[in-house]
């Protein structure tokens, strides 16, 4: 009976380390970075972009993460926490170029990303300080970011701009930029054009949501031989989510352009209109499309597949 009972707890402890959530045994950079590559090698293909390299402006940002608490890896931002309110660890990892979010369930795992915090790259010397808070029981993403002017030159004293902050959640499992009052507006129409203008071969795209028929049509056209064309539906699928994530997001709020004075001048411009059904129609042009988490978002959610599919 003894050994039956041994033999019972042992199986039990080896399933619970089975299950045992990995992230939450993460305690210092190496072992994130560890974790990162090994789980999605693809996605982590080289360490992370370090912030924290240059000694003035490491204590600078450790006094802002202190007076604002703060707390995130020392040298590569990474909160541990619930980003999805289901109860189970997530990981969120901040570098220069992208926001991540390890998503935990049940020790499998998946990932989401943005781009757009490359409008606050090294090239804008921009730090970017993150934290996670619960506002309304829903988990926010709070990215702190100030601009420094001089930091790299001896010469001149660092000149330090006021403290921004971007708030941020999860929706569909992808980065949407927070709406703290999500008021349903009934729109009509929804058009995102990318003008293709760049110094590569990059396609015109025209995306058309009609919330009257419930379908999302697209056309993408190369400028270049062979000159290839394509045009199609998107999946049922994919559109509901679409009109989910457009119906959360207020365009009316954004401003009517985004540019970007560090980014290289090759990017494309992502045009949108929106008509509501009283008429009103918003218009915004997004350079590089790093406007904002939801601009970016959603449109690597509709533009992404379809230069996978139709290269």
């Not at 829903?138 to 971007?166: G, V």
Request: aromatic fraction near 14%; charged fraction near 20%; include cysteine.
């Amino acid at each position: 009976m003894k050994k039956y009972s041994l033999f019972i707890l042992l199986l039990f402890l080896g399933c619970t380390y089975c299950w045992a959530n990995k992230i939450d045994s993460l305690k210092t950079d190496k072992d994130v970075l560890a974790f990162a590559k090994i789980t999605f090698p693809s996605k982590f293909v080289s360490d992370f972009d370090l912030y924290w390299s240059d000694d003035t402006l490491y204590t600078l940002d450790r006094k802002i993460l202190d007076s604002l608490e703060l707390r995130t890896g020392l040298i590569v931002h990474w909160i541990k926490t619930d980003l999805n309110n289901d109860g189970q660890t997530d990981l969120l990892i901040v570098t220069n170029s992208t926001l991540y979010a390890i998503l935990s369930n049940n020790n499998r795992y998946t990932i989401t990303t943005t781009n757009y915090i490359m409008k606050y790259n090294r090239y804008c010397n921009t730090r970017i300080l993150p934290t996670v808070k619960s506002i309304d029981n829903t988990p926010l993403i709070l990215l702190y970011h100030y601009k420094t002017k001089n930091s790299d030159d001896f010469r001149h004293p660092t000149q330090y701009e006021a403290l921004e902050c971007d708030s941020i959640i999860l929706l569909c499992g992808l980065f949407l930029t927070y709406n703290s009052n999500p008021v349903f507006r009934p729109i009509d129409r929804v058009t995102l054009d990318d003008n293709g203008v760049c110094e590569g071969n990059c396609p015109d795209i025209h995306v058309s949501f009609s919330l009257i028929s419930q379908q999302i049509e697209y056309t993408v056209s190369y400028h270049e031989p062979p000159f290839k064309k394509y045009n199609g539906i998107f999946s049922k699928e994919k559109t509901l989510r679409a009109f989910h994530m457009i119906q959360y997001t207020n365009f009316l709020r954004f401003a009517k352009e985004y540019g970007q004075e560090c980014l290289m001048t090759d990017q494309t411009t992502a045009s949108w209109a929106i008509t509501y059904n009283d008429g009103k129609i918003k218009t915004l042009s997004d350079y590089g499309e790093f406007g904002n988490a939801s601009l970016n978002t959603i449109y690597h959610f509709l533009v992404d597949d379809l230069l996978t599919e139709n290269k």
